[in-house]
């Protein structure tokens, strides 16, 4: 055969390729027996599959970081990547920075640490080894301007493993890997303050009563709050165990809250300890201006819209509303709710400044049915005058720990003393004058604190103690005054009575 007869042959026997090929691809697009169709598919696939198994007992799974068409960021994602910065795989090399937004354990100065792209780092769980990856796509190139996630790269995690260990890290180890990533999260987060307000339209009857928020930085902490030592060691184990207390209130079917009262004069360090709770649990937390509530129906909307893992915080509970006399038959309550009506513009009412806010709206909020709504919250209130509530409102289940919160005793102005001056001044003679005066005269922490505060660059330890014994010398004289003067009264009432027997007789 010569070289043109084997050109025009394999010319040929490429037509005759082509044409089985186009006809073949015309055929298998346009075929009507679509079950033909998959016999073909799944035979090839399965024989390609068992093949790859050989070569590649590996499996995968891929973390996005948006989903849901790619407009809301993954939870997942967020949850592996917080994980994956983590003591158990530190042997991360290569990081990348974020400022991040509050939520994410990012913003301000805090930067939001994970793995680089193109970083593999190796976990072990149960026996089991895992692979880490982090990678990303480019962006789109048909990016919707408005759509972040089609403009960026998008980032993912890939997680390998063993097809051996395909139980353990499904049902388990991703489990395990979101739950820790969630706690990680928590405890770096920028926490939160937030307050309700109340917006309304000039005439339109628009209000809604809404929460709005800023940073928690408050710097007080258990360390820095002067109380019994004992009592403050049993305040910290019962958060401890209210902290780890899911699986208890899982088994007795109880929602998972707690309520603290916290009693006593003004001044003796109850917002203190609401924020050194805060800060200890790291919570958020939710000061509720009752006041400005108008009806239990917002109080409610209010309550749905608080998060987990937060603290409710009503402050001096006895002014904030009626709250003190008894609670109303249901038909009063019924009035009320006339009354909730007329109050609602939205309803046709007229506005009305006051708050509808009712006791059982209060209680309801407390362990009605909608408390139940997200957990692991505690609900704290404070008051100067516990005497003045009702004891519906405090009585165990809706207030489970009442603390007083006492007039400085000794071991508080030793712990006040030591954290204002900054040495031991026990065995200053002072230092004995106003223990002695404290065991007579009450005074509330923060005035003892203010004694002790250095006023000037001059003031020593000595002037700041001088200056402490001298307000309650002066306290206790004024004490005896008091005392002597309703002495005199009573004395004064009982002459009276004397005196009109007499008349009478
Ligand atoms: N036990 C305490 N330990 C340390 N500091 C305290 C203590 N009590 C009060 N203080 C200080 O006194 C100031 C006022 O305290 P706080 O507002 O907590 O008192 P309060 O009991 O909530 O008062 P009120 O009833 O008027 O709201 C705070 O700046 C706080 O630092």
């Known amino acids: 055969m010569d070289a043109l007869a084997a050109y025009s042959w394999f010319g040929q026997l490429s037509l005759v ?12 697009q346009n075929l009507e027996h679509i079950r033909l169709q998959q016999f073909f598919a799944r035979n090839f696939n399965r024989r390609a599959r068992r093949l790859a198994a050989i070569v ?81 796509v480019p962006p789109l190139r048909d990016a919707v301007p ?109 929602p998972w809250k707690r309520g603290y009262l916290l009693y006593w004069p003004p001044g003796t360090g109850k917002s203190t300890m609401v924020a050194a709770m805060a800060n200890y649990l790291k919570y958020d937390v939710y000061d509720f201006e ?9 109080l409610r909307k209010l309550l749905i819209e608080t998060k987990s893992k937060s603290i409710m915080v009503f402050e001096d509970i006895d002014c ?27 309803r046709g009412g007229k506005k009305d400044a006051k708050s509808k806010v009712t006791l059982s709206g209060l209680l309801n909020f407390i362990d009605g049915l909608w408390s139940a709504c997200g957990e692991e919250r505690l609900i704290v209130f404070t ?59 009450n005074m509330v922490p923060v005035d003892v604190g203010e004694h002790l505060t250095r006023k000037s660059v001059d003031d020593d330890a000595a002037t700041c103690l001088a200056r402490l014994v001298k307000a309650l010398e002066k306290a206790k004289e004024e004490a005896a005054k008091l005392e002597a003067a309703q002495a005199a009264e009573e004395d004064g009432a009982k002459g009276i009575v004397v005196q009109a027997k007499a008349d009478d007789n």
């Open 383 to 441: 008051t100067n005058h516990v005497d003045k509530l009702d004891p519906a409102l405090i009585r165990t289940g809706r207030m489970d720990k009442k603390i007083e919160m006492s007039y400085c005793d000794f071991e508080s102005f030793r712990f006040l003393a030591r954290m204002h001056l900054d040495e031991d001044v026990e065995g200053h003679e002072l230092f004995g004058a106003a223990r002695a005066l404290l065991q007579e005269v």
């Open 17 to 28: 390729v082509s044409v089985v090929a186009v006809c073949w691809t015309m055929v298998w």
């Open 320 to 346: 904030s509303l009626d709250l003190t006399g008894k609670r109303k038959t249901k038909e009063e309550e019924d009035d009320k709710d006339d009354d909730d009506k007329d109050a609602d513009p939205r």
């Open 56 to 136: 590649d007992p590996f499996l995968s799974v891929t973390f996005e970081e948006y989903e849901g068409g790619r407009i809301k960021s993954s939870d997942a994602f967020k949850e592996v990547r917080s994980y994956l910065t983590t003591a158990s795989t530190r042997g991360v090399r290569h990081l990348r920075a974020e400022s991040g937004g509050e939520r994410d354990g990012g913003g301000g100065d805090r930067l939001l640490l994970s793995m680089a792209k193109g970083e593999e780092v190796p976990d072990a769980f149960r026996g089991a080894t895992v692979w880490w990856s982090a990678d990303a």
């Open 146 to 254: 408005w759509s972040r996630a089609s403009r960026t790269e998008r980032r993912f995690y890939r997680l390998e493993f063993h097809e051996s260990h395909r139980d353990l890290v499904l049902e388990e180890y991703i489990p395990y890997v979101r739950k820790q990533g969630r706690a990680i999260m928590v405890q770096n987060r920028q926490r939160r303050l937030y307050t309700n307000i109340h917006r309304e339209g000039y005439d339109d009857g628009w209000y809604e009563d809404v929460w709005t928020h800023v940073p928690f930085d408050h710097p007080k902490t258990f360390d820095k709050l002067a109380m019994d030592p004992e009592k403050k060691k049993e305040i910290i184990a019962d958060l401890d165990m209210f902290r780890n207390g899911k699986e208890y209130h899982d088994r007795v079917g109880k």
């Open 290 to 298: 009752l006041t400005s509530v108008k009806t239990n129906t917002e």
